[in-house]
């Protein structure tokens, strides 16, 4: 199992980013993923959630309405697209899988 993050970066309040996961070395479209993130400091936490066949999502309530998780299970990705970026957004953000795969992280930073 391998999941690679990546679209992590430096980003003004208001703005935007894309997370991207790709992932290899099991059959993607028959497992849930998830978003979660961890600042300094602080417990790693759940940001969002996306069912296998991507119909079913659910979010950390600091984010609803702000981000949005997707999937593409031809191309075994998943997504986080982050819109209204604040500065208590900025954290290390991970891909995870059921039974414990996480991904390498990816630094999100929010500030002017």
């Known amino acids: 199992v391998q999941l690679v993050e990546s679209g992590g970066g430096l980003v003004q309040p208001g703005g935007s980013l894309r997370l991207s996961c790709a992932a290899s070395?099991?059959?993607?479209?028959?497992?849930?993923m998830s978003w979660h993130r961890q600042a300094p400091g602080k417990e790693r936490e759940l940001v969002a959630a996306i069912h296998s066949a991507g119909g079913s999502t659910n979010y950390a309530d600091s984010v609803k309405g702000r981000f949005t998780i997707s999937r593409d299970n031809a191309k075994n990705t998943v997504y986080l697209q982050m819109n209204s970026l604040k500065p208590e957004d900025t954290a290390v953000y991970y891909c995870n899988r059921a039974q414990g795969y996480w991904g390498q992280g990816t630094q999100v930073t929010v500030s002017s």
């Open positions: 070395g099991f059959t993607f479209s028959h497992y849930a």
